[in-house]
């Protein structure tokens, strides 16, 4: 318990971290950033919309530490400004609404992948030197390797654009009415498979690479042999014996890719043209939207904090000694 | 000799992955010996297909794939290799102060670097970026050096734990040596394989970035990179008109790279990892990237 009370608070530092950037960021721009950030964007707006941009970045009358407090205090009761794009919705709704499809992506593929990487890289390390193991192996180099744009890219191309055996954008049939009925569900489905398949493709080997590495490592210990001289099965000692153990240091491993796994989702989105923080990012960087550039740095800080702390909580559910302690 | 086919799989991920980037650095270098054309005229057509007077085809606006490419080659890989060394050394350095060092300095590094290891890169880089405006690709490598040690730092802190308690790092303290000789003549030369493999870590992920950052509309779009090939040819949509050499081109390179320096990154990993390596036998080309690891 207080190990997860001490991750809490270290979370909430670095969410101030990543809050304090964006306060400071439209400050070091030359001569008035609020201006320079309403004319880049080429919007025609009204005095009021001027008005908003600077609640919104906390240029308030007051002195610094008071114009941070003002913008921490925005933040934290959920105000992130107003879209310059998309005046006046605010930026909360604007990245709410893509945030479900991005989670719905991510989360899905993650497990996919993990689960995946996870098994194969078990099977290639008990066979390791196995001709399955060298295919496990050098496929992984090749699909870690390759930029997540690339493979979009490749798998838009040839399934997409050459096949047309899966649409090349949208999250559903825009034609559908968003609805929990069975078609929809299905549209869903049917247009997400394409960005799944890419995202699967860049990390399943990194899982696969890790589990085998951790495994190998482990495979020499005395336990292992010892559980071998008790006669036990050999899928019997690899999954509960060798596996069981090697799984924490992946874990561990799963926390620190879920950067990898968000910027990789980001990238796909744009290339799918898939309604998610990705394709409304992309947009905002080219209207050079300010507010939701930085409402996203926020949203997706936010978003790994609490994949972080959940990848915590497996941790202690999975390593009897941190309950203990 | 069963072990012996698989040995040889070993030492070739070496010799590929040294042979893929000595033949792109090779095309960047000749580049316009290779091209009668400049990289950014426009010499044909609108996104004609490819033909012998243009081997990759040409953009939407004109420009010659091929030509482009191989000059985009010489951004993409200095800023790999740039951005790849800063970061290594913000991370080396950082990691062997926090691990030797201990107490206060440890403690301050090391939040440091488990924050920045939890605030999500790319849409951190997609911040700075925005507000730096049309970033050229040195500032895009310095940026990167700025925010991505943090990997580095972490494991190089932990491998620096195990070796201070070395005796000759206990000796060298008994002679009274100064803690920066220590650190850069102790040390430092026996993280050598750690610090490669994450130099290779980070020119890959350099590279990668710097392409989707470019892709995604930040970078300078006058640049000739890979990644503003990407972003020219997506905003063409080449792909929905057919013009698949114009996107597939800048794909294909990176992809290639990014597997050769990955194939080295493994072989180095497993020469410094001996238990992950599929032989028992160090094998010729292992040995040469062994003697070669200072220089990585």
Known sequence: MAFLLRRLCFYLAAFLAAATINFFLPRLMPGDPVQIMFSSAGAELPPESLQALKLTFGFVDGPLWQQYLTYLGSIFSGDLGRSIKYFPLPVTTVLGNALIWTVGLMGTATIVSFTLGTFLGILAAWRRGSLFDVIVSVGAIFATSVPAVVTSLIVVFFFGFTLNWFPTGYAADPALDPAFTLQYLGSVLYHGILPMLTLCTVLTGGFAVTMRNNMINLLGEDYIIMARAKGLSDSHVMLWYAARNALLPTVSSLAIAIGTILGGSLVTEVVFNYPGLGNILYQAILARDYPVIQGQLLIMTATMLVANFIVDVSYVLLDPRLKRA | ?296
């Open chain 2, 1 to 296: 000799m069963k072990t012996q086919p698989f040995g040889l799989i070993r030492n070739r991920k070496a010799l590929v992955g040294v042979a893929i980037i000595a033949f792109i650095l090779l095309v960047a270098i000749a580049a316009p010996l290779l091209t009668p054309y400049d990289p950014g005229a426009r010499v044909g057509r609108p996104h004609q297909a490819p033909s012998l007077a243009h081997w990759l085809g040409t953009t939407r606006i004109g420009q010659d794939v091929f030509t482009r490419l191989i000059y985009g080659a010489r951004t993409s890989l200095a800023v790999g290799f740039g951005a790849g060394l800063l970061i290594t050394l913000v991370g080396t350095a950082l990691g062997i102060l926090a691990g030797y060092r201990g107490g206060k300095a440890d403690e301050v590094i090391s939040f440091f670097t488990n924050m920045v290891l939890v605030v999500p890169n790319l849409p951190l880089l997609l911040v700075l970026a925005a507000f730096i405006g049309q970033a050229s690709p040195w500032v895009i490598a310095l940026i990167l050096g700025g925010t991505s040690w943090a990997w580095g730092a972490r494991v190089t802190r932990a491998e620096t734990l195990s070796v201070k308690q070395k005796d000759y790092v206990k000796s060298a303290e008994m002679m009274g040596e100064p803690r920066w000789r220590i650190m850069t003549f102790e040390i430092f030369p026996n993280l050598i394989s750690i610090v490669g493999i994450n130099f290779i870590g980070s020119v890959i992920f350099a590279i990668i970035t710097q392409a989707t950052l470019e892709f995604l509309g930040l970078g300078d779009p006058k640049v000739v990179s890979w990644g503003t090939m990407l972003y020219a040819a997506q905003k063409a949509s080449a792909l929905s008109v057919g013009a698949w050499w114009d996107i597939l081109t800048p794909c294909f390179a990176l992809a290639f790279l990014g597997i050769g320096l990955s194939l080295l990154n493994f072989a180095v990993d497993e020469i410094a990892n001996p238990r992950l390596r599929t032989g028992n036998r160090l094998g010729r080309w292992s040995a040469l990237i062994r003697s070669g690891e200072g220089r990585l």
